[in-house]
């Protein structure tokens, strides 16, 4: 017999219907960054490449996503993960006085 057979019979011959093993993934969420109209395009840089680990050249294509289609994707990652993103973010914009927003939303 295989490993999981939802249908055994036991000694009584009756059938026994075992409960399916719940292997869902966790959920993973995107984190991204939203335009506006004041924040400098090289502060924005510098985040997508200090919090992101983008090398200059993504991170200036990322940016320019935002600043021309109004928001752009930083990364994918569990939720732990992209809430502290997330904080660390909006944190060090405030930190710097620029009204950057970042957020995340379930993929
Ligand atoms: N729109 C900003 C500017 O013209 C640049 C910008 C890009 C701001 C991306 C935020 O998430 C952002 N200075």
């Known amino acids: ?61 990322v940016m320019l996503q935002v600043h021309t289609q109004g928001v752009g994707v930083c990364g994918i990652y569990s939720k732990d993960v992209a809430e502290t993103k997330v904080y660390i973010v909006n944190d060090y914009s405030r930190e710097n006085q620029h009204p950057l927003m970042c957020s995340m939303e379930e993929v």
């Open 1 to 61: 017999m295989s490993d999981f057979d939802p249908l055994k019979f036991n000694d009584d011959d009756l059938a026994v219907q075992e409960v399916r093993p719940q292997l869902k993934r966790p959920p993973l969420y995107k984190v991204i960054l939203l335009n506006d109209d004041f924040t400098p395009m090289d502060f924005v840089i510098e985040i997508l490449m200090d919090f992101f680990s983008m090398p200059e050249e993504k991170a200036i294509q």
